[in-house]
Antibody, heavy 122, light 111 residues
Framework: QVQLVESGGGAVQPGRSLRLSCVASGFMFSSHGMHWVRQAPGKGLEWVATISYKGTNKYHADSVKGRFTISRDSPKNTLFLQMNSLRPEDTAVYYCAKDLGDGGYDLHLDYWGQGIPVTVSS | QSVLTQPPSASGTPGQRVTISCSGG????????VNWYQQLPGTAPKLLIY???QRPSGVPDRFSGSKSGTSASLAISGLQSEDEADYYCAAWDDSLNGRGVFGGGTKLTVL
């Protein structure tokens, strides 16, 4: 069965960095687009980033552009989100999600991880 | 302010049919398919409808989706207490070199 397991979250001071990882299993990781989506406390879902199946195409939300970078290591079935220059408004639960397709451009997120909390506070 | 607009709340009694709307623009719903996600309290979101009106395996046929122009709707018939959840629409958007966009979410209450 498909599993997505996030790690790397936690509490961090503003301006510091974190790298989230998402280990995938149960499907052909190298054939699917992947996404990061976050949810601030008590708020709705916010798309963060998308990467195509080969890693060739990457897209980031304006709110994180220049600070966050999505990447993947297909031989290790792992998705990453490098988060630099963290701000209090980045505080959220971060979800890793698999796309039905290879590009990710249809936002068909058919499997989600359990989510990992990130808290940015001094 | 979300790019896709949903009503913040909706409600119905068991057995009723309820609909949730999602309004967008030419760069998102007008150009791409719409997806719907259900989020039960304290859990990760779940794909409910993709490509406007397709149900993933395991989703009951009580849930249906439609799209017209730059708007979309999710309909739930035979409402059940376990349908009480937050519902989000989502689509790809061609502006700003490409991005994903979600609606603000609709909290469905089963009275």
């Amino acid at each position: 069965q498909v599993q997505l397991v996030e790690s790397g979250g936690g509490a961090v001071q503003p301006g510091r960095s974190l790298r989230l990882s998402c280990v995938a299993s149960g499907f052909m990781f190298s054939s699917h687009g992947m996404h990061w989506v976050r949810q601030a406390p008590g708020k709705g879902l916010e798309w963060v980033a998308t990467i195509s199946y080969k890693g060739t195409n990457k897209y980031h939300a304006d709110s994180v552009k220049g600070r966050f970078t999505i990447s993947r290591d297909s031989p290790k079935n792992t998705l990453f989100l490098q988060m630099n220059s963290l701000r209090p408004e980045d505080t959220a639960v971060y979800y890793c999600a698999k796309d039905l397709g290879d590009g990710g451009y249809d936002l068909h997120l058919d499997y989600w991880g359990q989510g990992i909390p990130v808290t940015v506070s001094s | 302010q979300s790019v896709l607009t949903q009503p913040p709340s909706a409600s119905g009694t068991p057995g009723q049919r309820v609909t949730i709307s999602c309004s967008g623009g030419s760069s998102n719903i007008g150009s791409h398919t719409v997806n719907w996600y259900q989020q039960l309290p304290g859990t990760a979101p779940k794909l409910l409808i993709y490509s406007n009106n397709q149900r993933p395996s395991g989703v009951p046929d009580r849930f249906s989706g439609s799209k017209s122009g730059t708007s979309a709707s999710l309909a739930i018939s035979g409402l059940q207490s376990e349908d009480e959840a937050d519902y989000y629409c989502a689509a790809w958007d061609d502006s700003l070199n490409g991005r994903g966009v979600f609606g603000g979410g609709t909290k469905l209450t089963v009275l």
